[in-house]
């Protein structure tokens, strides 16, 4: 069946580096790629998505670039903050409309 | 527009008993998905509902159903608890081929 590899599970970063997170896919013809922020005790968020007809997209210091020939997509974030500590899936959404999570991963950011 | 909203927040139980939870999503949203969340996991999908049908589901026992009503609200029913069974129950609602927005969990304690 269809699935969605994330890695690394924990990933821990010095304030102010960079920070990436990958994923890939196994259904070529997912077509919509979220990633998801979970802050301790709350509930996942958006904060950044793409679509399969883009490579790249920006939102001030977070990323995400697909390579659809690789079916892999990664999350990008820059100058890196004590408020960026969570976990972060990702997902992909199936030609059939599934949508399926990645395991997640935990940034810590260090002081 | 109102977010997705689940009662009750919070729910203490004792094993063997059952309980239902309930879920409505974002207005104009047909897709329900549900999730077991415990300490330190991912996104543990139980079963997606869409126009009232079961579209897809997880690996989980027959003790766990769910169902939806034609203004697209949901309940998920867990029989005999055990538990294993507490955790963080999240439901999540989208249009076909976008985002999900998640509610704010229903959390479960079995005692």
């Known amino acids: 069946g269809e699935n969605v590899e994330q890695h690394p599970s924990t990933l821990s970063v010095q304030e102010g580096d960079s920070a990436v997170i990958k994923c890939t896919y196994s259904?070529?013809?997912?077509?919509?790629f979220p990633w998801y922020k979970q802050e301790l005790g709350k509930r996942p968020q958006l904060i950044i998505d793409?679509?399969?007809?883009?490579g790249e997209k920006k939102d001030q210091r977070i990323a995400v670039t697909l390579n659809k020939t690789a079916k892999h997509f990664s999350l990008h974030i820059t100058e890196t903050q004590p408020e960026d500590s969570a976990v972060y899936f990702c997902a992909a959404i199936t030609w059939d409309d599934k949508i399926i999570f990645g395991k997640g991963t935990r940034l810590h950011i260090l002081p | 527009k109102a977010g997705v909203t689940q009662t009750p927040r919070y729910l203490i139980k004792t094993r063997g008993q059952q309980v239902t939870l309930s879920c409505s999503p974002i207005?104009?949203?047909?897709?329900v998905s549900w999730y077991q969340q415990t300490p330190g996991q991912g996104l543990q999908f139980l079963f997606e509902y869409f126009s009232e049908t079961q579209r897809n589901k997880g690996n989980f026992p027959g003790r766990f159903s769910g169902r939806q009503f034609s203004n697209s609200r949901s309940e998920m029913n867990v029989s005999t608890l055990e538990l294993g069974d507490s955790a963080l129950y999240l439901c999540a609602s989208r249009q076909s081929y976008n985002e999900q927005f998640f509610g704010p969990g229903t959390r479960l304690t079995v005692l």
């Open positions: 259904d070529s013809a997912s077509n919509y």
């Open positions: 207005s104009g949203h047909r897709s």
């Open positions: 793409i679509r399969s007809n883009v």
